[in-house]
């Protein structure tokens, strides 16, 4: 697993913070009637201003800066005029920021309006698939202890992991080694290093695991058509143990 130094560290943290406001300010633009094409560049000018810039635009041919999910949609949306939020709705907002040659990572599902219970508990429990995998993980485990954590979770709720995707080392490239799988059994994957810096991002089906892509080539959706939800931080485990840089600052895991 890649070792950051302290001061690769400090720049990393910087493209998390914004990072994390990216995610912040887009959850107050999200409303029925805006178009994913119009969250984007908002999205877009603020990281720009925050003195950020958004890596996933050009990235492999990707066309915008963000990748933005609605419902059936898992990962990897491509914005548009045409997709227009409409209440009842979720919306997946996935924003990568590179400062300084370092980059950040980090993803929310997010309501527009009232939503079904259905949706609610899939978001609730996608964010807690990340919260248990993480929970009781330090330096000297096995990546599959979080894997296996997600999974559990995930599939004990009744919903299902998307097999095809995963999380990643990140740093000086959007994405590292290893792989940071959102299944599987607790002693496998490699031993977490000090100093290590991962995306660790579960992406929950609330029907069967199943996935294809759109002609587009990006958009990834369920094949039942049922919602899916994703949730992700890039997380440092230093010494002193796990730091999320990529949470809330108000968020009720901040200060447990
Ligand atoms: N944020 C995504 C990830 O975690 C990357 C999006 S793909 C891109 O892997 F092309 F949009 F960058
Ligand atoms: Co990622």
């Known amino acids: 697993m890649i070792q950051k130094t302290p001061a690769e560290i400090v720049l990393i943290k910087k493209a998390c913070e914004i990072t ?15 178009s ?6 908002s999205i877009e000018k603020f990281i720009i201003e925050s003195g950020g810039s958004p890596a996933c635009l050009g990235y492999e041919g990707y ?3 963000t990748c933005i999910s609605v ?4 990962v990897h949306g491509i914005p548009s005029k045409d997709i227009v939020l409409k209440e009842g709705d979720i919306v997946s907002i996935d924003i990568v920021v590179a400062y300084k040659g370092y980059h950040g990572d980090a993803a929310r599902t997010y309501p527009v309006g009232s939503v079904s219970e259905e949706k ?8 807690e698939c990340f919260f248990k995998g993480i929970e009781n993980l330090r330096i000297g485990d096995r990546l599959g202890k979080l ?3 997600i999974q559990a979770h995930a599939e004990g709720n009744g919903f299902s992991v998307v097999r ?11 994405h590292e080694a290893p792989s940071v799988l959102n299944y599987g059994k607790e002693t496998d994957g490699p031993v977490i290093s000090e100093n290590a810096v991962l995306a660790i991002e579960p992406m929950i089906n609330a029907g069967k695991k199943e996935i294809g892509m759109l002609s587009d080539g990006w958009g990834i959706v369920t094949r039942d058509k049922k919602p899916s939800a994703h949730y992700e931080n890039t997380v440092l485990f230093s ?3 796990l730091e999320i840089l990529t949470l809330e600052k108000d968020d009720e895991h901040q200060n447990r």
């Open 147 to 149: 894997s296996h954590a």
């Open 164 to 174: 095809e995707l995963c999380g990643h080392g990140i740093g000086r490239k959007m």
């Open 239 to 241: 010494r002193s143990g």
């Open 120 to 127: 609610e508990k899939l978001m609730r429990v996608t964010k």
């Open 71 to 74: 419902n059936e949609m898992v």
């Open 63 to 65: 066309p915008a800066a």
């Open 36 to 41: 994913t094409y119009d969250l984007d560049k």
């Open 20 to 34: 994390r406001d990216a995610l912040v300010y887009a959850k107050t633009l999200v409303r029925p009637g805006i």
